[in-house]
């Protein structure tokens, strides 16, 4: 257990609809990331937040869109959903943003459009 | 951005055997080399790191590689186990920590009985 929290575990949606997901990071990690696993694409950084800002953007698309709350947890909101969306969304939390400090990943939330 | 190769893509040894893994990198300004190891529908587990001040690194039967010069890393595990079984990737990140991890496609280890 790396101590980060990630709810749901699954979700199944329809094309076009908009869903939330949410993180929790280890006691004490400022930094959270949020990463997208598909078959085609890999692991891919989507966006990272250090203490409610945004820090950086990855490859993450016009409709997705986090933030990164006060107590510190985050959220992913997908909207305007499509089938290629489908994939293992994880959240991972480091103590800071400095480069080389571990980042520890979520369980994940596996994200299925039908 | 950065962009990381990664070699092969599905790796099968004998049980005992050592097996290596290896990445190249694009970007000079990263630092940083993590592996991860991630096992069916889990979550990825970093298994050890580097940083490019350092050349090598070894954590018992685990060791990664660094040529900066070169630009790429590599991970070798010695006496191989069934346990390693398991998906394993690397990744970069870039000095100053204005980015996230970018990772190689992932190399499928196989630990043959």
């Known amino acids: 257990d790396s101590g980060v929290t990630q709810t749901p575990k699954h979700l199944i949606t329809a094309t076009g609809q908009r869903v939330t997901l949410r993180c929790s990071p280890r006691?004490?990690?400022?930094?959270v990331y949020w990463y997208q696993q598909s078959l085609d694409q890999g692991l891919q950084f989507l966006i990272q937040?250090?203490?409610?800002?945004?820090?950086a953007k990855g490859n993450i698309l016009e409709r997705f869109s986090a933030q990164q709350f006060p107590d510190l947890h985050s959220e992913l909101n997908l909207s305007s959903l499509e089938l290629g969306d489908s994939a293992l969304y994880f959240c991972?939390?480091?103590?800071?943003?400095?480069?080389?400090?571990?980042?520890?990943f979520g369980p994940g939330t596996r994200l299925t459009v039908l | 951005g950065e962009n990381v190769e990664q070699h092969p893509s599905t790796l099968s040894v004998q049980e005992g055997d050592s097996a290596v893994i290896k990445c190249t990198y694009s970007d000079s300004a990263s630092n940083y080399f993590p592996w991860y190891k991630q096992e069916l529908g889990k979550r990825p587990q970093l298994i050890i790191d580097i940083r490019s001040n350092v050349g090598e690194k070894k954590d018992q039967r685990i060791a990664v590689t660094l040529n900066k010069t070169a630009k790429h890393f590599s991970l070798h595990i010695t006496e191989t186990q069934p346990e390693d079984s398991a998906v394993y990737f690397c990744a970069a990140r870039i000095d100053g920590g204005a980015d996230g991890l970018t990772f190689g496609k992932g190399t499928h280890l196989i630990i043959q009985p």
């Open positions: 006691s004490g990690d400022l930094s």
């Open positions: 937040y250090y203490n409610g800002e945004e820090r």
């Open positions: 991972a939390s480091s103590v800071s943003s400095v480069s080389y400090n571990e980042q520890f």
